[in-house]
């Protein structure tokens, strides 16, 4: 990944189980995995047939935050453009909650292990479920290796207040059990911009309380992993085709500079899932990705067989974060 590409953000965690993570640490990340993780927590189910082109759109929405409001320090921090800085206030709690979601969810990837992290929203629109009277309820959830992993995602345009770890508490113990499991993990994290540093600033906490209204999801693993794959698919569909590497199907939006894919493989079984053959498919992807599957160098691949390559070095380069 190109110099200017790669960020790093200094990370605090505090009462995670012992060994998982460590206290104070750095996240390195790239502008590959931000537009990942703003895809992958979008809310928007990928369901063409019932939602249309939905997802896609949210993605490039999403997406285009990053080219217009995010810069790199000179030591590699993430900060605010100057535009970012003039945005009205309701504006900016938008871009801080997107930054929020992107970053909980490279956090779960990176130090946690989650390959599969998917926003509560998303699979409760495909599937119609509903989760009760409770409104406090974590955004985001996903599977890992050492069990589920459920997490409630802020984002903050400032430094985080000190009331937010006790909100944080509440939220992210509101998902008592998924498919009939207890998460491994439950976690809270903010992406903040404290004043005296003005650089991204990561939080996370794992305290072990259930909230008042926690509540069981009743999944089933294959709908899960449609739902997941779904909003690729609906992208590369969307896109202009690119063919560089036979193992991806993949596609260009060439107004943002970016590239989207998502293995062959993977993809021809999550459409016979879509049409009708569901039934195995969470096992027939964990199988699949065991298998490899390797791209050109230039783009950046993920755990779960997608692939992302964005060319943002114009707008990374600018210097108009400066105060």
Same mark, same amino acid.
């Given at each position: ?6 960020? *790093?953000? +200094? ?19 790239? *502008? ?6 703003? &895809? ?30 995010? #810069?790199?320090? %000179? ?12 945005? %009205? ?11 929020? @979601?992107?970053? *909980?969810?490279?956090?779960? @990837? +990176? ?26 309820? !974590? ?6 290796? #050492? ?5 409630? !995602? +802020? ?5 985080m207040e000190a009331a937010l770890p006790s909100t944080l508490v509440a939220q992210k113990r509101s998902i008592k059990s998924i498919a009939g499991e207890r998460p491994w993990l439950a976690l809270g994290c903010v992406a903040s911009f404290p004043p005296y540093a003005y650089e991204l600033l990561i939080d996370a906490v794992d305290p072990d309380e259930d909230a008042l209204e926690s509540i069981d999801v009743n999944m089933d693993l294959d709908r899960y992993m449609l739902a997941y794959y779904e909003p690729f698919l609906a992208a590369v569909a969307?896109?202009?085709? %690119?063919?560089?590497? @036979? ?5 260009? &939006? ?8 998502? #293995?062959?493989?993977?993809?021809? #079984? ?26 050109? @160098?230039? &783009? ?14 114009? !707008? ?8």
């Open positions: 990944m190109p110099y200017w590409g790669t960020f *790093t953000a +200094k990370c605090f965690a505090q009462a995670f189980p012992a060994g998982v993570v460590s206290s104070r640490g750095v996240l390195t990340f790239s *502008t590959d995995d931000l537009v990942h993780a703003l &895809f992958a927590t979008g809310r928007a189910p990928g369901d063409e047939v019932s939602h249309g082109l939905a997802s896609v759109w949210e993605f490039i929405h999403r997406v285009s935050l990053i080219p217009a409001y995010v #810069r790199r320090s %000179d030591g590699g921090g993430l900060v605010k453009s100057a535009l970012a800085r003039e945005l %009205d206030r309701s504006e900016k709690v938008s871009l801080s909650y997107a930054l929020g @979601q992107a970053m *909980t969810g490279i956090f779960c @990837q +990176k130090k946690l292990g989650v390959t599969f992290l998917l926003h509560v929203d998303r699979y409760a629109g495909r599937y119609g479920v509903t989760f009760g009277t409770t409104r406090k309820r !974590a955004d985001l959830f996903g599977w890992s290796p #050492r069990g589920w992993v459920v997490a409630e !995602a +802020k984002g903050r345009s400032n430094a969307a896109g202009t085709p %690119d063919v560089r590497d @036979q193992g991806y199907l993949a596609s260009r &939006f060439d107004v943002l500079n970016l590239r989207v894919g998502l #293995r062959r493989d993977i993809a021809a #079984r999550v459409r016979q899932a879509a049409e009708g053959e569901l039934v195995g498919l969470h096992e027939s992807v964990l199988g699949l990705l065991e298998t490899g599957g390797e791209a050109d @160098q230039s &783009f950046t691949t993920f755990p779960d067989g997608t692939l992302v390559g964005s060319n943002w070095a114009d !707008a990374m380069s600018l210097n108009d974060w400066r105060y």
